[in-house]
């Protein structure tokens, strides 16, 4: 094989793998800009999962003062 053909090769799996990314980039842009997309939220990121598994603010609000008591527990000491 010839250079030119490795070389090509190679930059054609990074423009492949630039444009997978920048879509992944583009979709999350979005959706943390608030942009509406047409359909039902897109369970890709974590900020997404809320959608797909609603959680009691009561037990949020408890884990939430657990993990505020851990955080200052050294203070205390």
């Given at each position: 094989?010839s250079y030119?053909?490795?070389?090509?090769?190679?930059?054609?799996l990074v423009?492949l793998l630039?444009?997978?990314?920048?879509?992944f980039w583009w979709?999350?842009?979005?959706?943390?800009y608030?942009?509406?997309?047409?359909?039902p939220?897109?369970?890709?990121f974590?900020h997404?999962?809320?959608?797909?598994f609603?959680?009691?603010d009561?037990?949020?609000?408890?884990r939430?003062?657990?993990?505020m008591?851990a955080?200052?527990?050294?203070?205390?000491?």
């Open positions: 094989m030119g053909l490795i070389l090509g090769a190679l930059f054609a423009v630039g444009g997978v990314g920048g879509l979709v999350r842009r979005s959706v943390h608030g942009r509406q997309l047409p359909g939220p897109l369970p890709l974590s997404d999962r809320g959608a797909l609603p959680r009691d009561a037990a949020d609000d408890d939430t003062a657990e993990v008591r955080r200052t527990a050294w203070q205390r000491e």
